[in-house]
């Protein structure tokens, strides 16, 4: 009877006929909804756990009468009824047009860097040098929230964000957006998205900006390289691919630092591989330039409040406003924030990884007594303790002293 009845509808021409249809059908079908609501809620079922279906989903075996109807009538021709039929009961496309979002989700092109989870460098603003993290806030909330994000917005747009966030010329002049494309480049090495090349050439002015004051040499087809093994070393092994028996082959060749591997040409490149008996596939496609950079440029850095490497002293003294209120504190453009006298509490330094029961207390001496002070040091900062507590330079920077303290202020607080 009912096949009867969507025949009679689909061949339906008349509008009064087809209305009178419509009204009898959606009557028909409001009351016997409401029948089987009555029904089914009287009758005791147990009830189930929750799943992990969304709450307004119906179950999978439940009967949907009104939307069988609609997609017999859909195959028989009866679209005007069909159309009124969903807008009035409020039917979900049928699933034939409406594709699973799993589904969809499975199609999603791998190489698309906006639909694959970034890279953890590539949210990392302040990689970029001139960009603190209040910066990387501001820019954020303009809807800059990645390397990648900086590198292609347009240059109206990024001239408009600079001015909204008075940033002045800085951009500009620290050439931000030329610096997250190059970094953007090793980020997309090391994820895959593309084959970084070793480039030609380095320029000769970059090695002796990098390498000042440390004892290496030219060598003529490695690059520069320690002639005895420095007293600073960085772990290779952090790069993902070098073994330890890889790592201790470039410490034979003076090669110990992420820098000198992060400053690789092709021809370099070359020599090493042959020295060492490997693929040059094995160093490209391992992204080892890339991975040696960023890890040097995440490693060797002051704390991320800081824009520059040097800040001037007026900048100390806003630092020192963040800081509870007491005499016994001060602002000092060496030292950073530093304590006069000891206050009734101070924290255990040695929980640092790095500072011992001797290094700890030439600290409390100088005047730092909180986590939250080494966590606020500036490149400025890290050399003049460097000196005054006559460490290995780079030291505070391998054994990751502002990043500890700075875990450690979370944990510990004023």
């Given at each position: ?11 339906c021409q008349s509008p009064i006929c087809l209305g009178w249809h419509a009204a009898m059908v959606t009557g028909g079908l409001t009351f016997g909804l409401w029948l089987a609501h009555e029904f089914w809620g009287r009758v005791s079922v147990p009830p189930k756990r929750p799943t992990d279906s969304t709450p307004d ?358």
């Amino acid at each position: 009877m009912l096949d009867d009845v969507i025949s009679r509808l689909a061949n339906c021409q008349s509008p009064i006929c087809l209305g009178w249809h419509a009204a009898m059908v959606t009557g028909g079908l409001t009351f016997g909804l409401w029948l089987a609501h009555e029904f089914w809620g009287r009758v005791s079922v147990p009830p189930k756990r929750p799943t992990d279906s969304t709450p307004d989903q119906a179950p999978a075996d439940a009967p949907d009468l009104a939307g069988n109807l609609v997609e017999r009538l859909s195959s028989s021709g009866g679209g005007p009824l069909k159309n009124y039929l969903r807008e009035t009961l409020a039917l979900p496309e049928s699933p034939v047009h409406q594709k699973p979002i799993a589904r969809l989700a499975s199609k999603r092109p791998a190489d698309d860097g906006r639909l694959l989870a970034p890279f953890p460098y590539e949210c990392d603003l302040t990689l970029v040098r001139g960009i603190n993290q209040a910066i990387a806030r501001g820019l954020k909330e303009e809807g800059i929230g990645a390397l990648r994000d900086l590198a292609n917005c347009p240059k109206g747009k990024w001239r408009d964000i600079t001015g909204l966030l008075l940033l002045g010329e800085l951009p500009f002049r620290e050439r931000w957006q030329d610096q997250a494309r190059e970094l953007i480049r090793h980020v997309d090495a090391i994820s895959g998205r593309m084959r970084l090349p070793a480039p030609r050439v380095i320029a000769p002015e970059l090695i002796g900006e990098w390498f000042t004051g440390e004892r290496v040499v030219a060598h003529a087809s490695l690059g520069p390289v320690f002639d005895a093994e420095p007293a600073l070393v960085d772990r290779l092994t952090e790069v993902e691919g070098i073994s330890k028996e890889i790592a201790l082959a470039l410490g034979n060749l003076g090669i110990w630092r992420f820098k000198q591997l992060g400053l690789w040409t092709a021809g370099q490149v070359e020599e090493v591989s042959r020295r060492l008996n490997i693929s040059t596939a094995t160093i490209e496609e391992g992204a080892w330039i890339s991975r040696s950079m960023l890890r040097h440029l995440d490693s060797y850095r002051g704390s991320r409040i800081w824009a520059e490497s040097s800040p001037e002293a007026w900048q100390y003294e806003e630092l020192l406003n963040q800081y509870p209120v007491t005499d016994f504190i001060q602002a000092d453009p060496r030292y950073g924030i530093v304590y006069r006298e000891t206050p009734t509490s101070a924290d255990n330094l040695t929980q640092i990884r790095g500072v011992d029961g001797v290094t700890a207390e030439s600290l409390r001496r100088a005047g730092v007594q909180r986590f939250r002070q080494i966590a606020d040091w500036s490149e400025a900062n890290v050399d003049a303790f460097t000196s005054r507590l006559n460490l290995v330079p780079g030291r505070i920077y391998t054994e990751r002293w502002i990043p500890q303290a700075n875990d450690l202020c979370d944990r510990w607080t004023d």
